[in-house]
């Protein structure tokens, strides 16, 4: 049995060492212009370093090109592949079909992960960009742990599973927050909206704060609760799932830090044995607890809800 990736979004450089020592195994880097809800911006200067660090701690380097590619933005894609190339990443994820295009075109061989976000929901849309190009797919949020361990089953791609952070459930490419502000009677009001890394859309019939913000890709809105699955990992640890993420959008770094050695602990407990993990995963849970938000009550999100058809 192959050791689960432990897969995380660093905020800078420093954040990616400080990530090593925490004990991640891979890293997803990016800029806006290229990729979506990243922590941090990395040039292509600092995807080098990046790449320099990593290889030689013998870690895995992945690239953002998840954004959605007008066509004012398709002449950018070869030239930033071929410069990917140069650098010796090991992935690129993609959710847009121009990626596999201008790939192609531009004889580039590096890995695809294929991530659609919301519609990543079977093994065999997996399979399909599989023969195209992808080696891996990063499943959807919405899908549940009995959906996940089948498609693993099925599929002839490494799988990619979310296990902490935020959830975005909307995204569109128009600036809403600007629009929005014209309308101040709606049901629902944005708080904080000075400060745009810490404004929240304020549901007051179910009392959810759901944060949001504007980048160069639109608005985009994510869960009112953190998903975490630390002391539910063995369900997915014995189904091989091939990588587990944290997402740090919208966290401080020493928190994503914090909460990647405790995976590494849990994920370490389990290759050990399976008493050793569940012995550890309770304390592991409430050390996350600990550190929480209160903004930002745990949960398991969809995974053991049941799916309605």
Not at 137 to 159: C, G, H, P, T, Y
Request: glycine share 4%.
């Amino acid at each position: 049995m192959n050791k689960t990736e432990l897969l995380v979004t660093p905020a800078s450089i420093s954040h990616l060492e400080d990530l090593i020592e925490a004990g991640a195994d891979a890293f997803l880097v990016g800029e806006q212009f290229f990729g979506l809800r990243l922590p941090g911006e990395f040039t292509l200067e600092e995807i080098t370093i990046a790449r320099n660090i990593t290889s030689k701690q013998n870690k895995k380097l992945y690239i953002a090109m998840n954004a959605l590619f007008h066509n004012d933005k398709l002449e950018a894609l070869a030239p930033y592949m071929k410069k990917l190339q140069e650098i010796g990443v090991d992935g690129i994820v993609f959710g847009d079909p121009a990626v596999i295009i201008a790939r192609r075109e531009a004889e580039v061989t590096i890995p695809l992960h294929w991530n659609t976000e919301q519609t990543a929901t079977n093994y065999f849309t997996a399979n399909y960009w599989g023969k195209r190009g992808s080696t891996r797919a990063v499943l959807a949020r919405e899908l549940s742990l009995d959906e996940v361990v089948e498609i693993k089953e099925n599929a002839e791609v490494q799988i990619e599973v979310q296990v902490h952070g935020m959830t975005c459930i909307f995204q569109s490419k128009r600036s809403l927050l600007g629009n929005y502000f014209l309308f101040q009677d709606k049901a629902m009001e944005v708080e904080n909206r000075s400060k745009n890394k810490n404004m929240f859309l304020h549901d007051k019939e179910r009392s959810n704060k759901y944060p949001i913000y504007e980048d160069g890709n639109g608005t985009h809105i994510f869960s009112p609760n953190d998903m975490c699955m630390i002391d539910e990992l063995d369900e997915l640890l014995d189904a091989e799932i091939d990588s587990l993420k944290i997402d740090g959008i919208l966290q401080d770094p020493s928190y994503i830090t914090a909460i990647t050695s405790y995976y590494r602990k849990a994920i370490d407990a389990y290759f050990e044995s399976k008493e050793a993990y569940k012995a550890c995963k309770k304390d592991l849970f409430n050390k996350i607890e600990e550190i929480q938000s209160a903004l930002r009550p745990l949960d398991t999100g969809f995974f053991f809800k049941e799916t309605v058809y």
